[in-house]
């Protein structure tokens, strides 16, 4: 009955979905308010029946209702019920389900806590969004219904992907698919904007917080990602530039630029246009990760491979919002004003080499991963464009982008003095000198252009520590001078220096790790050793255990450094018991130097195993840059302006049209 009532929910969900779309957009353009005041009420009952439908169906995977299909085939008695409750994501069906449940909760935040915005404009940005949550919920109910019934039920089901059951991965779906589905609220003011032809600085200031909390999610979902791939998967490496990886990589650049791009628009009402276009090509490259996951053009331990046919259904929907949109701003982009002139050499200029340079390096990303894709449906050919490619694209844009980022902040709005703002950094230009001579005596070995990418990263780091020093005055006025404007900085200017602080500590972790990183590859018996990176690993033996449902051999070893016993690590083997599929759980020394990564291999003859271990320096800065850079963007959601939505000075104008761009 529950599952009845499930399905019955979604499906009311689409009808209250249509009304959503039709009459308040009829009455924002018939200026009828009392049909755009049914907006509001509207979104908030589509999400509450789509939770219902939801947590239906997480009813099913909990209780082992295998009378519903997507649970047989996608659970098992035995999984703990973390990897229960887990499993409602953990498939196409399910996922689908709780991303029309996020775009829906979105838009009922809007309608709960965007009561400053014009009734108008409200009315269109929610008409927009229940378009986007009608869609999938059509998409869902016909071709993708999670409340299938199978007569006879069985007795048991044929459990989920081994790979998944893992904390961090259990995770890491709903904080991804906030981040894709959070750029449907920039999409959404965007079109809604477009619509109306106004565009002013209160929009920017009102989509700032939606774009930020998108932008929060999706990093600490892309570093959780990459965590799993690095633990779980046993193959050593931190981000192997899949598809799969790509794809919510491409919307987390474009994102980025978005903010920044918002960022000039509020403060100046510049790059009003291509602000406007971000937006749209932001959520355009979310959904474009959607279909390449859900397609079964692509072979990925994290994608869907399902029937193409519903990936055709997909590519209609995007092709339909996106070919749409893009219409939409080339017929009114012509009419509108790009905003405040500015020169080149400003905080405006910083900003927009930082928009090109992202998204450039979002095309080059798109590029790599598409071009295989397109070369083998038209030729029939099939190539692999790995870190190669990657390296040799990406990396170069990066690295101006880093250069440039502390200037950025220290140039004035308008026009900016260059050589004042390099006067200020060069206490950070000659510390990142010391830190890169002092990273080359200390490796003493190649790559010699490691030292220095750690010192640009440093570079980055610092500047943000030279900013908060000239915006507090630091050492320049008496303590308490320094005091009273450290404490009246507003969340927000925190917030940014603590996310610049994590991008420069990422790259540091990224430059140590990929330039230093060592591996050795022994078949050992019981008592032998090997050495790495100053660690010396004894191989006590190999044991079998027994998980809650999975069977294990487990190797015990004992890790000393110059002579003294450091800790003792337990790598293993697992084989799940339902579906019979082995994987691999490294075992990781964590040290401020870097991680000793430990991974038993096949077994071989006479007790003797395979065992790989792996050095990784600093490779640690790289999840905790991204976490800093999260914990930036939660800081800045605190601040007040970004709480309110707009200007006070804008609210008392919400009732009258807003500034015309053209």
Avoid at 110 to 132: C, D, E, I, K
Avoid at 145 to 170: T, V
Avoid at 367 to 383: C, D, H, M, Q
Avoid at 486 to 494: G, K, Q, V, W
């Amino acid at each position: 009955m529950i599952i009845e009532l499930g399905h019955f929910a979604l499906i009311l969900a689409l009808f209250v979905g249509a009304i959503q779309i039709c009459l308040p957009a009829y009455g924002a353009d018939r200026g009828d308010p009392r049909l755009m005041h049914v907006a509001a009420p509207a979104a908030i009952v589509q999400f509450v029946l789509v939770a219902v439908s939801f947590l239906a169906l997480m009813h099913a995977f909990v209780t082992s209702d295998f009378s519903v299909e997507n649970v047989w085939a996608n659970s098992h008695s035995a999984k703990p019920m973390i990897y229960k409750i887990a499993g409602v994501w953990g498939n196409h069906e399910g996922s689908m389900l709780l991303w029309v449940l996020i775009l829906t909760l979105f838009g009922a935040a809007v309608a709960a806590y965007s009561q400053n915005l014009p009734l108008s404009f409200r009315a269109r940005v929610l008409a927009v969004q229940a378009s986007l949550s009608t869609a999938f919920l059509l998409f869902i109910l016909l071709t993708s219904n999670p409340f299938l019934r199978l007569n006879p039920s069985p007795a048991e089901g044929q459990g989920l992907n081994p790979i998944l059951q893992d904390p961090a991965l259990a995770f890491h779906p709903p904080f991804l698919y906030t981040g894709y589905v959070g750029f449907s609220m920039a999409f959404s003011f965007a079109i809604a904007a477009l619509w109306e032809g106004r565009i002013d600085a209160a929009w920017a200031r009102w989509v700032r917080p939606w774009t930020l909390l998108a932008w929060i999610a999706l990093t600490i979902g892309i570093a959780m990602g990459s965590w799993w791939a690095y633990y779980t998967l046993g193959w050593g490496g931190w981000w192997f530039w899949d598809p799969v990886e790509n794809a919510s990589f491409m919307p987390w650049l474009a994102g980025t630029a978005l903010l920044h791009s918002a960022v000039v628009m509020e403060k100046r009402e510049a790059l009003k246009i291509w602000t406007i276009l971000l937006a749209i090509l932001t959520f355009s490259l979310s959904l474009m990760g959607t279909f390449l996951v859900r397609s079964g053009i692509l072979t990925s331990v994290h994608a869907f491979a399902v029937d193409p046919k519903r990936g055709i259904v997909i590519l209609a929907i995007l092709a339909v919002f996106i070919g749409g949109a893009l219409t939409l701003y080339a017929w009114r982009a012509s009419s509108l004003k790009a905003g405040g002139l500015f020169q080149p050499i400003s905080r405006e200029g910083a900003l927009v080499l930082n928009n090109v340079l992202l998204t450039t390096a979002a095309a080059t990303v798109l590029i790599g991963t598409l071009y295989p894709l397109a070369l083998e449906a038209v030729t029939g050919a099939k190539i692999s464009v790995g870190a190669p490619y990657f390296d040799m694209t990406f990396v170069p844009l990066m690295l101006p982008l880093l250069i440039a980022l502390p200037f950025g902040a220290l140039l004035a709005w308008k026009r900016g003095d260059l050589r004042a703002a390099a006067q200020r950094l060069a206490a950070a230009f000659f510390a990142a000198l010391l830190v890169g001579g002092f990273t080359m005596a200390l490796v003493r070995r190649g790559p010699w252009l490691a030292p220095a990418a750690i010192a640009l990263g440093a570079w980055v780091v610092i500047g943000a520590c030279v900013e908060w020093g000239v915006r507090t005055k630091a050492f320049a006025a008496p303590f308490a001078e320094t005091l009273r404007r450290a404490s009246n900085l507003p969340r927000s200017a925190y917030g940014m220096l603590l996310a610049h602080a994590g991008v420069g500590i990422v790259a540091i972790g990224i430059a140590a790790t990929s330039a230093w990183r060592s591996e050795t590859v022994q078949v050992l018996v019981p008592g032998g050793t090997m050495s790495l990176a100053g660690y010396q690993l004894t191989f006590l033996g190999a044991a079998p255990a027994r998980g809650p449902n999975y069977q294990e051999t487990v190797g015990q070893f004992r890790v000393t450094r110059n002579g003294n016993i450091v800790t003792n690590l337990e790598p293993s083997k697992r084989i799940f018991d339902v579906p019979r599929q082995a994987t691999t759980q490294a075992a990781i020394l964590n040290a401020f130097s870097g991680d000793l990564y430990v991974v038993l291999g096949d077994a071989v003859e006479n007790g003797r195993f395979v065992v790989r271990v792996y050095f990784h320096p600093l490779v640690r800065l790289i999840w905790i840059g991204a976490l800093i850079m999260a914990l930036g963007g939660a800081l800045s959601m605190t601040d007040r302006r970004l709480r309110i939505g707009a200007a006070s000075a804008a609210r008392r104008r919400s009732t009258a049209p807003m500034a015309a761009a053209e």
